[in-house]
T-cell receptor, first 110, second 118 residues
């Protein structure tokens, strides 16, 4: 049972912007870094953002991340059909002493 | 090239035991934790636990604690996820991933599909 809450689904037309929220608690996002992953079911997840707002090499700047308090946000600009996937936030839970992923958001390109 | 290569798919019966593996290459194995993540078909990603290859210290998600065991063999740069008694609800795709100190996972294995059915 995830303690990071995301909207179940979002959709937008090609070229538009999508904003995915990740709502946590004082024991998760408030004191820990957030990361974001793109996941096509059946394949390995791909790291998009780490340490709140850093992009790994090879990740386009159409993906950006931020965090404020107990809420993190992933923004995808210039939406492309290839961006259709599930997106997850992730962090550490200081109370459970365990990692945790968000509930996941399915992004559909209209 | 930094890689995590997992063992192949398994089909087991309820009550059977199983150990799957994740072999690391291209980096110093003991420099990073190894996490395990589950994806049940149609469901989200679930963090199972992590192990420090240096000293085998572990953290488990409460949802999995007592049902699975994490271990490593440093001599062959390999991490393991083990079940003593599988249940049908363990049917899923399991990933290992390299975990950084700030808890992100940059490198992932290809996944191991476990099917538990009588």
């Amino acid at each position: 049972q995830s303690v990071l809450t995301q909207p179940p689904s979002l959709s937008a037309a090609p070229g538009q912007k999508v904003t995915i929220s990740c709502s946590g608690t004082s024991s998760t996002l408030a004191g820990n870094f957030v990361s974001w992953y793109q996941h096509v079911p059946g394949t390995a997840p791909k790291l998009l953002i780490y340490d709140n707002d850093k992009r790994p090499s090879g990740i386009t700047d159409r993906f950006s991340g931020s965090k404020s308090g107990t809420t993190a946000t992933l923004v995808i600009t210039g939406l492309q059909t290839g961006d259709e996937a599930d997106y997850y936030c992730g962090t550490w839970d200081d109370s459970l002493l365990a990692g945790t992923f968000g509930t996941g958001t399915k992004v559909t390109v209209l | 090239e930094v890689q995590l290569v997992q063992s192949g798919a398994e089909v087991k019966k309820p009550g059977e035991s199983l150990r799957i593996s994740c072999q690391a290459s291209g980096y110093t194995f003991t420099d990073y934790w190894i996490s395990w993540v589950r994806q049940v078909p149609g469901k989200g990603l679930e963090w199972i636990g992590r192990i420090d290859p240096e000293d085998s210290y572990t953290n488990y998600s409460p949802s999995f604690h007592g049902h699975v065991t994490l271990s490593v063999d440093k001599s062959i740069n390999t991490a393991y996820l083990q079940w003593g008694s599988l249940q049908a609800s363990d049917t899923a795709l399991y990933f290992c991933a390299r975990m950084a100190t700030t808890s992100y996972h940059r490198v992932w294995g290809q996944g191991t599909l476990i099917t538990v059915s009588s």
